[in-house]
């Protein structure tokens, strides 16, 4: 008999005993003669497991109502032992007088007759019907049906008749206009030509147009001006950026582990490069959606490709040694399903992690064959050069690995490592016999991705990438053979310092987190009530029944899974995707609660216009930029954002779309906003992750003071908010305070809140004063006298449009006020204006200073109209 843990069969006999057996209290039968399993045991098991059916039907398999499932029974073991029932562990429970080990705990006990007739059963052989004799099997779960609309297949409707057709533009317009008519309401006027410039700059690439961009669009008569603007900006390379940085946060992305030690990942960026140039080139969005969840299990992939999967490597990691290394796993895993339910599909799947889904037609058995997709995958770092950087890297190798050799070899590194992993693996593999070795274990599992992998490698076969990390981390931290020598100690801290100079200097490519299948698969279970020690069923991996049902020959992995994610009788990651897509454009969703289009999130406000949309996605070969385009060139979308007092109480939620959405730019868009009309952004495309200048005294509450925020100097110090290095314990503070996500979790409808402290952070950020003063300068140095040419052009840089004659009147008296000011306080102009232009004074370019602070400080500055 296997071992039954007595907390494991507590758990099992409490759930099935206490509802089951103790609820009966009938069955003072005499055992007379051999008992019949079908004809004495089964009826008296049966009538007591029919009322918890479902809950013992994810115990394990345990069904005590079925012969086969009574002898193999659950938590790794039977609960039956033939011919033994004193070594039964189910016998024991039901007949045993100890508190806290007699089952049921609580309530009537089983009685005498039944714990008898238990007896004799199982001491006669605890004989069940052969299979020859057998019955029906138990019939497969059949697929859940549902009513649901989100449940339901799309199907394209035609755009609605409507009365004022000249005002659609395409076919989005009808099915709003429908609906306004309907109602009685009718749509606003179209917003002025500055206004749509403005508006398309930003929800296309999040910069602001410039004042020779607004000249060119107001001077433009041709009829597709408009279109002709919006093809130019969907082709501009931030158009991917500023799309990235949406899809980013479905991706949880960020540039640190997250828990206690959050370790920096300096390779993470390179994932996010891959997102910017998939959408800067178009990828279609089924392509997209396959590399990023499976791109190394593509026939021939390519290294891109496998970049794409690093996806699934935005997910937390904890570096704590005395973390139980399967139950971090176990939350890697937990988080990557969770993910993929939301971002895809829509759905709240993680409620299932412990239990059936209380709304959804999901049950924690498909919950965990949706993970078990996920559950043979490995994470491998891989070499992933951009363009120009493997010239470089392949002349200076030679160079760099000879030094490096010499290195190693002065303090005969390669003998201590050969002896130091031998004795790694060894204490691997007897766990708890030399404790100071089980902590080097613990230590380096936490440490070093993968390191089981590697140190099981023979040395000649490792890959040179792996090969390199082993040995920097036993340099430095050589273990407790090295450490009882204090000279060899020094030794090795001098050979570390050498390493990290040399590294310093050389060429490297980049690195890329990927995952990849395992070549060893071990089979997934449920977890009982989610804990990652109650192993309960295996389970394969197959998709939920209310998706459209895996093909019957393809292999069950990630590839199989993705493909089902797009295939087109999906009804729901078309539907979910160009929702989120419409929720940039418009502040809210047709589907408001973006992340739940399960029974309880919020039902459509044009639900034929969202199927419109998904069908019109799909069979565009599910181009984003084509979707984008649509809702852009829509009537709906170039409508006027003014207020409309009619409709205040009617629809306060603009749900009708009776007018464009005034929305305040995402937080890092402000911060783009600001360097981009002051002249101080750096327009690079992708790359490393940056540190601008932040508020002292923030890198300091990481834990122990461990996060040394290096700030970037040159062009990198003005390079755009979605390049700004995330780290996840303490984040930059300008994007928590206008509500960035804090990417511990997929996050696929950020908030908008508006407080106290985004004021403060506008007037008194480094970053933000710096953007004045350079917003100064160049109004002085590229517009000449009078004061009110300056104004206009400081007013246009800022707002894309001229300043009203009340608005001129005000910023020249507050122009004037300054000048006063710093006369009565001189020491003040040296602080506000450090570097006074040739040949302007310096009060003057003070006083634009603080002009320049009114204006980054304007609420329409940063809001999109």
């Known amino acids: 008999m296997q071992a039954f843990s007595e907390k494991a069969l507590a758990r099992l006999l409490s759930v099935t005993f206490i509802v089951v057996l103790a609820a009966s209290g009938a069955g003072k039968q005499r055992v007379q003669g051999p008992l019949d399993y079908v004809r004495d045991v089964e009826p008296f098991l049966k009538k007591r497991c029919a009322p918890c059916h479902g809950a013992v039907q994810q115990m394990n398999g345990l069904r005590l109502d079925q012969p086969e499932a009574v002898l193999k029974g659950g938590y790794g073991g039977p609960v039956v032992i033939p011919g033994k029932a004193q070594e039964s562990p189910l016998f024991q429970r039901i007949s045993s007088n100890k508190e806290g080990f007699r089952m049921p705990p609580a309530g009537p006990q089983v009685p005498p007759g039944e714990v008898a007739l238990l007896q004799v059963w199982i001491d006669q052989g605890a004989k069940t019907p052969q299979a020859s004799e057998a019955r029906a099997p138990v019939p497969a779960e059949s697929p859940k049906k549902s009513k649901h609309w989100a449940f339901q297949s799309v199907v394209r409707p035609e755009p609605p008749a409507v009365r004022n057709r000249p005002w659609v533009r395409n076919p989005i317009d009808t099915f709003v206009l429908a609906r306004l008519e309907g109602e009685g309401i009718r749509p606003a006027l179209e917003a002025d030509r500055v206004t749509l410039i403005r508006r398309l700059s930003f929800d296309l690439t999040g910069l602001p147009p410039t004042p020779g961009e607004v000249d060119a669009f107001l001077s433009d008569n041709r009829a597709d001006a408009y279109e002709r603007l919006v093809d130019r900006l969907l082709a501009s390379a931030h158009f991917g950026e500023r799309w990235a940085r949406h899809w980013l946060d479905a991706a949880r992305y960020a540039d640190s582990d997250g828990y206690e030690k959050d370790n920096a990942r300096p390779s993470a960026w390179r ?47 904890n570096r704590e040694a005395g973390v139980d290394r399967a139950e971090a796993r176990f939350e890697q895993l937990v988080d990557r399903t969770n993910t993929v339910g939301t971002v895809w599909l829509g759905l709240s799947v993680r409620c299932a992690q412990c239990h059936d889904h209380k709304f959804d037609p999901i049950s924690q058995k498909e919950y965990y064959q949706l993970e078990a997709f996920l559950h043979n995958t490995e994470e491998l770092d891989l070499e992933a050069p951009l363009p120009g950087e493997m010239g470089p890297y392949l002349q200076a190798r030679p160079e760099y690995y000879r030094r490096r050799a010499e290195i190693l070899s002065e303090v005969n590194i390669p003998e201590w490592q050969a002896e130091w992993e031998r004795k790694l693996v060894a204490a691997m593999d007897n766990p708890g016999k030399e404790l100071d070795w089980d902590f080097q274990v613990t230590q380096i599992r936490a440490m070093v991705d993968y390191v089981d992998r590697i140190v099981r490698t023979p040395q000649e076969q490792r890959r040179q990438l792996d090969a390199d990390r082993l040995t920097d981390y036993f340099v430095a ?196 906003n600001a360097l981009a009309v002051s002249g101080l952004l750096s327009p690079a ?44 314990t303490v984040p930059y503070p300008q994007l928590v305070n206008f509500d960035g996500p804090d990417a511990t979790v997929t996050c696929v409808r950020r908030q908008r809140s ?26 002085l140095r590229e517009v000449p006298e009078p004061m009110e040419r300056r104004l206009d052009y400081a007013v246009r840089l800022c707002l894309a449009r001229y300043p009203t004659s009340r608005e001129r009147e005000r910023l020249a008296s507050h122009y004037t006020k300054q000048k006063e000011l710093l006369l009565a306080e001189p020491e003040s102009i040296a602080q506000l204006a450090p570097n006074p232009l040739p040949g302007i004074p310096p009060l003057e370019t003070a006083a634009w200073v603080a002009l320049g602070r009114v204006l980054l400080n304007l609420d329409e500055f940063i809001t999109r109209e």
Not at 273 to 294: C, G, K, M, S, Y
Not at 302 to 316: C, D, I, K, M, S
Not at 506 to 511: E, N, R, V
Not at 545 to 558: E, S
Request: glycine share 6%.
């Open 685 to 728: 495309i992708g790359g490393k992750s940056v540190r601008p200048p932040q508020p002292k005294g923030v890198a300091e509450l990481s834990y122990s003071g461990s996060v040394k925020w290096e700030e970037s100097t040159g062009p990198d110090r003005y390079r755009r908010g979605l390049y700004i290095l995330f780290q996840r």
């Open 754 to 779: 508006n407080t106290p402290l985004q004021a403060l952070n506008l007037l008194n950020d480094p970053v933000f004063h710096e953007a004045a003063q350079a917003l100064a300068v160049r109004v």
């Open 271 to 317: 994932y996010r490069h891959w997102v910017i140039e998939a959408l800067n080139r178009d990828l279609p969005f089924d392509q997209f959606t396959i590399e990023q969840i499976a791109g190394d299990l593509l026939p021939g992939s390519t290294v891109e490709q496998r970049v794409a999967t690093g996806f699934h490597r935005n997910t937390l990691t």
């Open 477 to 672: 931290s050589p273990g407790p053979d090295v450490a009882k020598d204090s000279g060899l100690r020094q030794c090795f801290r001098e050979a570390r310092e050498k390493l990290r100079e040399l590294r310093d200097g050389y060429s490297a490519l980049s690195l890329a987190p990927t995952m990849v299948e395992s070549p060893n698969p071990v089979p997934a279970h449920i977890y009982l009530r989610g804990n990652y020690r109650a192993e309960g069923l295996e389970v394969q991996p197959r998709t939920p029944a209310i998706l459209q049902p895996m093909p019957p020959d393809a292999k069950p992995n990630r590839l199989t899974l993705a493909k089902c994610l797009v295939d087109r009788r999906n009804p729901l990651t078309a539907r979910v995707t160009v929702n989120r897509f419409w929720q940039e454009y418009f502040g809210q969703g047709l589907v408001r609660t973006a992340e739940d289009f399960g029974t309880q999130g919020a039902r459509p406000s044009h639900p034929e216009l969202l199927d419109w949309l998904a069908g019109e996605f799909m069979e565009s070969g599910w181009s984003m930029k084509h979707l984008h385009k649509l809702i852009v060139t829509s009537a709906v979308y170039r409508q006027s954002s003014d207020a409309r007092p009619e409709l205040i109480t009617r629809d306060p939620n603009n749900a009708l779309l009776a007018r464009q959405a005034r929305l305040r730019l995402p937080a890092e868009l402000i911060r783009d």
